[in-house]
């Protein structure tokens, strides 16, 4: 972790809640005004944090995706000062002249999750994060125990539906780009909120150019194929069951990370993806995740679901370091091939 020792935080209130908000969650003792969050090792977890405790000291509510468009101390004072709705879709990347002259391409579900492969792809085409409410709305202590009514309860049935979270990025999606044709990127969950997304589009008559889920399952993508299997098939139903704890002030990474993925899975078993014909690319990792009494399908799953071209290249890596250093140059050269996608299939038809 970087310490600066220069550009100290002023009396300006708001950088100084900001600075002694950042020195607990980072648990650094020394913060400048120009210090960046992610160099000091601050990640999408620690960005909830931040966002929820600044919410308190500015008395509304601050976007979790703040830290991102404005990673330090200054840069973050200033946007708060002057933000007056939340930003929904943002540049991951560097925009430059060149790339703004692209289609551009939308990552879904997460935004620093995919802040890497934005600072490669970025000076050639413009690499935007879309960020929706029901993203992290029950992330949200206050917000989660309001919204379901409970104090330490959420229903499972309100929980937001892919086809719901589709449309809402959808939505966002079509302020930056009103028309197609759109390029679309999905990482595990992402991957298939994507998939929906390009179903909804082509059902309202818009192209979809590149439709990419990296290391992305589909429904129904593993069977039981022993009593481990079949046992863990019943302990996972009896899970679902129980009703879902929400956040406190006090909830730490476990918690989240346990609440996030519950929210995730139980909308991906939810899902129930509807076959069209499109054609995509699916990413996988070369290190696989493993399913023990389970048969996987080589394709995860999409071949039910995608009636056109499935493109498959493996990626060195695992399900969430393919979007890391080293490992996300070898990602972005393989997407590069399709960013063009007219270009592509003039190739593959010569």
Known sequence: ??????NHVSGNELERCIVETWQTVLSATQISVDDNFFDLGGDSLDMIRVANAL????RREVPIESVIQAPTVRKLAAFLETIDEPISTLALGPVTKRSLSQRPLFCVYGLYLYKELADTLGRELPV????????????RPQSSQRRWGQRNRLSVQALPSVEQLAQSYIREMRNVQPDGPYQILGASFGGVVAFEMARQLRAIGQRVQLLAMLDSFAPGFRTPNSIEGWIKCMFEEARRMRP??????????AEHEKLRHQIRSEAHRRYKPQPFACDAVLVR???????????????????SWIKGRLTVKDVPGDHMSILSSPNVSVLADTLRAYVDHDKYFARLAA
């Open 1 to 6: 972790m970087r310490r600066s020792d220069t």
């Open 55 to 58: 919410s308190r000291c500015v």
């Open 128 to 139: 935007y994060g879309i960020h929706v409410p029901a993203e992290t709305n029950l992330l």
């Open 244 to 253: 879902l704890k929400s956040l406190t002030e006090t909830s730490g990474w």
């Open 285 to 303: 990792a070369e290190e696989r995740l493993l399913f023990p009494g389970y048969k996987v399908d080589p394709l995860y799953g999409w071949d």
